[in-house]
């Protein structure tokens, strides 16, 4: 493997050299856990890690990069 460059596909994005935070807003939160489960605005459903934007809600809009919560936004009214 030494020597070897790591393939990196752009067309769907890619997690270590992509420089991107997706809007995600907060359907429950398990405090004990520093978790989140969020939905982005396709409706996809994951678990966000809340530690840096904590305490959070039901309802809250975050920057997710990488499965980590980074930042609060707007939501819009």
């Known amino acids: 493997m030494e020597g070897q460059v790591p393939h ?3 067309t ?4 270590t050299c992509g420089d991107e935070a ?3 807003d ?3 939160v398990d405090a004990g856990r520093g978790l ?6 396709e409706r996809r459903r994951s678990s966000v890690e809340i530690a840096l934007v904590d305490p ?3 309802g809250d809009r975050l920057l997710v990069h ?3 919560a980074i930042a609060r936004a707007e939501v819009a009214a």
């Open 8 to 10: 990196c596909d752009h």
């Open 12 to 15: 769907t994005g890619c997690i």
């Open 22 to 24: 997706i809007p995600m």
């Open 26 to 28: 907060v359907l429950e």
């Open 36 to 41: 989140a489960l969020c939905a982005d605005a």
């Open 56 to 58: 959070v809600a039901p």
């Open 66 to 68: 990488a499965g980590t």
